[in-house]
Each structure stands twice: as C-alpha cells, then as structure tokens.
C-alpha cells in the first residue's frame, strides 16, 4: 500500500476529481497536491476537501527540478499520478513552447526527482510507482470512413441510450503507433517515452494510460462542453469548428477517475490501459444535445438556442475521429463506467447551471485570488 501520494495537476479538471477521490476514499494516505496554478488551476474546485487532515496542498512548477526533488524528501513519496499539463490544443497552436516546458520538461524532472529519491532509499524501487496520465491523441486521427455512422460493436454503460454508434472500423489499440499532429499531441507523446525510457533504463516502475474526451464538474470553460454551457445559458454564439463532423469519445470524468483509482493499485507495471466508453459523438450531434438539455433545464422552448450555431473556420490540423478501445482494461481489472451518456450530460449542465458563482468566478479572474486569499502566509 503506498502511503504518500504525489497527484499533480490535483488543481485543475481531471486531478481535482483524483485528488478528491483519494482523500476521501483513502484516510490513511497522504495525498499531496502539487500544481503551479496556471490559468487553469482553481483551488476552488478542492474546497470541500481542503480542511482534511491528510490533504497538503504544494504551489510548484514541475520543471523545476530542485523543488521537486524537496517535495519527494519531505513527504516521502511512494507513489505519484501525474496529471499536471498544459491541456488544451487550441493553445497548443498558438504557444507550443509553454507545452514543452511543462509537458516534456516537467514530466522529465518529475521523473528524474522520482528516480533520484527512490534509488536513496533502502528497498529503491520496491513498492513504488509512477503513473502517467496521458491522452489518446497522441495515436494520431482515424478516418472517418462511415460519415453515417454503424453499429458500434463494443457499447458500455457510459455509451449512449440514443445511439451505439462507430464513425469506422477502425480503433485506438494500445498498440496503435504513435503518431501526434498537434504541438500538445506531440508533447504528450514525448512525455509518454520519457516515462517508459525512465522504466526501460533505470527499472523505474511506471504506468501509462491514454484516455479518451473527458466531461463533468469543473472542466475550464475553454473546452467544448463547458464553453458551450456558458454561452448557452449567456446567449452568446457556439463557434462549431469546420462542419462540425470530426468526431470525440466521451467519457465522464469520474469514471475516469475511478480507473486511475483501479490501476494505481492493481495495474500491471510497465503496462499501458486506454480508457474510453465507447462514447462516439459528431460534435455537431454532442451539441444539439448540450443544448438540448441547457434550454430544457433553463425552461426555454425546444431548439431554442440552436440558432446561436455559429460555423467557424476551422482548427488547423483539426484530428477528425478519436475512437478508443479500451476492452483490455474491461477484461484485465474489471473496469464498467458506471455513467449512461445522457445520464452524464444532464449531471453535467444541471452542476454547471447550479454553480454559476464557480464559472462567474472564472470569467471574472477572481478564481486567481483564492491561493493568496486562503494559503499565502499559512
Ligand atoms: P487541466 O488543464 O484542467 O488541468 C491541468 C492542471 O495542471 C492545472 O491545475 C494546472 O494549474 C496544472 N499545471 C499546468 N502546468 C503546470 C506545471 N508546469 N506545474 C505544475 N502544475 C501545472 O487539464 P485536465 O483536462 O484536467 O487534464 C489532466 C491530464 O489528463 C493532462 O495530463 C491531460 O493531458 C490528460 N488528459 C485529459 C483529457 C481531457 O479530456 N481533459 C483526456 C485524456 C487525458
Ligand atoms: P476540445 O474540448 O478542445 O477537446 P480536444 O480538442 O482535445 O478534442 O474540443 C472537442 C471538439 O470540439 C474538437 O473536435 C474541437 C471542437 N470545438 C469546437 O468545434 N468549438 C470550440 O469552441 C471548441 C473549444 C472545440
């Protein structure tokens, strides 16, 4: 059983939801939270566990590599999940270096504070684990060869009730070669190698996984399904890129978690799980339903808010279908998501409409205010 645990990232979408489900779930472990507060870090997304006692949080780049290196000796950790990143491929294609900074050079110190902490002490690498969260875009695009859609062959609980259906034949494996468009694709690919160089070198025992769209509580409001919430219920425009056709694999995000959760503890080292639902959405189809259910909830008439569609051009490099297999960790560890599609998107919009103080809060900047407000000088 590892006992002090590193999550990095813990602030910001996918990390809150792990740090909260590890504190909770695990009282007899110490769960540090380390994150540099980026624009998309929010330590309000953690107020409800931040008064527990085996919670610390830790403000820190993870590129810089002496500060981590303390983190490790003064917490004694046994374990780490990295989540920390720059996330967003939009800002990918504006600023690629801030990618690799944290992305690559951060995971490399990351690795290089484990692997010095660990090779000090007496047991070395026994009882120890590094687990990477990565993406399933680093394995490229897949065509969209049935524009249609068929049959999807593999539906889970988390796909959808309205349809089962698969853009193509063709899936992401985890033996699918690498093949990364985007510069935050890219930069998660190269951290993914770092990560299993570290194992191949040093024996250091680590873990990837590769997992497909994440929704729920907390997204940052820059990605589709929270951005487009927020303009619903404001009125303002849905920029669609292109046609509208590229196609996602949704996943809600505490099933996310409560796989991380599952293979932390009993994954296979050195191993690699993808993590999809069998979830595929056109974009333009995922956003008739957003909104959908915004107007429905907000009392609006049927359609309503369809007219604020607005065709935009496109993302360049735009991937056109992500599509994960992820039977091997159905079959090996018994993970089911446990959400139904819709059943997701309805928590979804209903957290987002019942926490607007949180997005206003975002909007406004005054999220930036709450490190200082609640920590700086403790
Ligand atoms: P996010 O952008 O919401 O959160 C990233 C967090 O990392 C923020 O709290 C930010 O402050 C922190 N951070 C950024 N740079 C840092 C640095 N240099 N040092 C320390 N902290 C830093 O991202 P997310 O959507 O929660 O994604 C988390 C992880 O999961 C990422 O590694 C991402 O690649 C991966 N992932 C995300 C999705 C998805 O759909 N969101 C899907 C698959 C994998
Ligand atoms: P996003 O949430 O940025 O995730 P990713 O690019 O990692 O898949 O985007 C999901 C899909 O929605 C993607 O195909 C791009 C598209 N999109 C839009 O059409 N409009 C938008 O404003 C955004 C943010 C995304």
């Known amino acids: 059983m590892k006992r ?25 472990c110490r769960i540090v939270n380390l994150d540099k507060l980026t624009y998309a870090g929010n330590l ?17 780049d993870i590129a810089d590599l002496d500060t981590i290196r303390r ?13 920390a990143a720059e996330s967003h491929v939009d800002r990918s294609i504006k600023d690629p270096f801030c990618f690799a900074h944290t992305n690559v050079m951060g995971t490399l110190s990351l690795l290089q504070a484990a692997k010095e902490y660990w090779e000090s002490c007496p047991e070395r690498y026994e009882g120890k684990l590094f687990y990477h969260i990565s993406t399933d875009e680093v394995y490229g695009a897949l065509e969209l060869t049935d524009p249609e859609g068929i ?40 951290s993914d190698h770092f990560v299993r160089a570290y194992h191949d070198t040093y024996g250091m025992p680590t873990l990837v996984t590769n997992c497909s769209n994440n929704y729920g509580p907390y ?19 849905l920029p669609v890129y292109g046609k509208g056709e590229n196609v996602r694999d949704w996943l809600f995000v505490e099933d996310h978690a409560r796989a991380i959760d599952l293979i932390f503890h009993k994954g296979k080292v050195a191993d690699t799980y993808n993590i999809g639902g069998f979830n595929e959405w056109k974009n333009i189809d995922l956003i008739k339903v957003v909104i959908r259910t915004v107007d429905r909830l907000l009392g609006n008439p ?26 091997k960790l159905q079959r090996e560890l018994g993970w089911e998501p446990s959400l139904q599609f819709e059943e997701g998107i309805e928590k979804t919009v209903r957290w987002y409409l019942d926490h607007q103080d949180w997005m206003d809060h975002i909007t406004s900047g005054a999220y930036e205010n709450y490190y200082n407000d609640m920590y700086a000088g403790r």
């Open 4 to 28: 002090n645990i590193l999550i990095t990232g813990g602030a910001g979408f996918i990390g809150s939801h792990v740090v909260r489900l590890f504190v909770n779930k695990y009282p007899d």
């Open 44 to 60: 309000e997304n953690l107020k409800d566990i931040e008064g527990k006692a085996n919670y610390t949080f830790v403000k820190a």
């Open 71 to 83: 983190v490790f000796q003064e917490y004694r950790i046994d374990g780490v999940i990295h989540l």
């Open 151 to 190: 049959e999807s062959p593999f539906a889970t609980a988390a796909s959808s009730s309205e349809h089962h259906l698969a853009f193509g034949s063709e899936f992401f494996l985890e033996t699918t070669k690498y093949n990364p468009h985007s510069p935050y694709s890219a930069s998660k690919a190269a």
């Open 219 to 237: 997204q940052f409001p820059e990605k589709l399904i929270p951005l487009f919430i927020n303009n619903i219920r404001h009125g303002k425009p």
């Open 302 to 327: 049927e359609g309503h808010s369809e007219r604020l569609i607005t065709y935009v051009t496109d993302r360049p490099g735009h991937d056109m279908r992500y599509a994960i297999d992820s039977r």
